[in-house]
């Protein structure tokens, strides 16, 4: 009878409370591998296995697990515009994982050529991407990396769709997966080259350490004027007319200023802003005082509080004189008398002279009467 050798063997979860002695093996009958013992690693180490279409690594921990080649993307043309786009499992779109994933690469041009991109997040629920990060060994064509979310799978997008790549070569040859959903990333990764972003929503811009541009440096990559003196960042530099003696040339006008480089008149007065101004306009009657040299047209009513004149007022329409509408008449030499005007009457004081007679009637008894041709009026108010 033929000996059989048996292994020990037991599901993922038994197999996690054993720790194998040194090159004991262990059989997990849950993911049909095979572990071995080096005495301290709970559960054992895992022995590597190759399929026809990858290599994948499964570390020996009950919270992480490495994958390694997980996708490849080449292109033959010279040159192509588009983002790179690469799509992680759409079944662990919502798994609460910590990730850490390399991508390799090349591009052929001069000024790139090959890079290595380190991707760091945190992805948890169907929309959320956190605590992330991106570094760069070499360069590639944009310094430009997203992390974004399509409608079920999460996906880094690297440059813009704008962005030429020639024969580009893209490899995922390692991700660390950690934290509660660290299982299960071996399969559903791709890459493409995509001129259309719209079904992503970006989540996540991180700043590319130690890409083409860097958050800081000694000196800049290309030297800039300032004021005319070049400046590259090694050194500070002095402007003439500014730190030292010369000239420097400008233009344009200043926002704020003390005085006007060219003065200016308002209504015949010069004005620089360097002070206020009275402006004056001799076409124009003031609001106190004044004299009107000419004729006054009103059209509406004119109301007036008193009349102050060395001569005699007209009230004429052209050279006939008008009536006047008055509600009381005072004619005397001392505005005091005007108390004495009664409603809708007249107050004289002197006499009364009239070629024309009088209409109306006279009340009261006259001592004498002649034919004169005025009428003195007396007062007899108490």
Known sequence: MANVLQLKRGTTARRLTYTPAPG?????????????????????????AEDSSKVFRVLPLST????????SFYNSAGAINGAIVIHLPASKNTAST???????????LTSTGAFELLCGFYQYGS???????????????????????AADHTVIILGDVNTTWAYPNIHIPEVVCSYSGHTDWENGWSITIETDLSAYTVKATPDVYGGPRAKTADVLTTARTIGGVSFNGSANINLPGVNTT????????????TKLATARTINGVSFDGTANITVADAT???????????????????????????GAYSFLNGSAAQSINIGGLLVSNSY???????????????????TGGFIGSLTGNATSAT???YLTAVDNRS
């Open 24 to 48: 004991e093996p262990v059989v997990d009958l849950t993911q049909n591998k095979l572990y071995y013992g080096n005495g301290t690693t709970v559960g054992g180490v895992a022995i590597e």
């Open 64 to 71: 992480a697990q490495a994958y390694r080649d997980l996708a």
């Open 98 to 108: 910590m990730m850490q994933i390399k991508i390799k690469g090349y591009n052929y």
């Open 127 to 149: 929309t959320n991407i956190a605590q992330f990060s991106a570094a760069l060994l070499g360069s590639f064509p944009s310094d430009q990396v997203r992390y974004a979310k």
């Open 246 to 257: 010369g000239n420097q040339s400008t233009t344009g006008n200043a926002a704020t200023a």
């Open 284 to 310: 124009k009657l003031p609001l106190t005082g004044g004299t009107i040299s000419g004729s006054l047209n009103v059209t509406g009513v004119l109301g007036v509080s008193s009349f102050s004149s060395a």
């Open 336 to 354: 005091s008398d005007a108390d004495r005007v009664p409603v809708n009457g007249a107050y004289i004081k002197g006499q009364v002279e009239s």
């Open 371 to 373: 034919s004169a041709n």
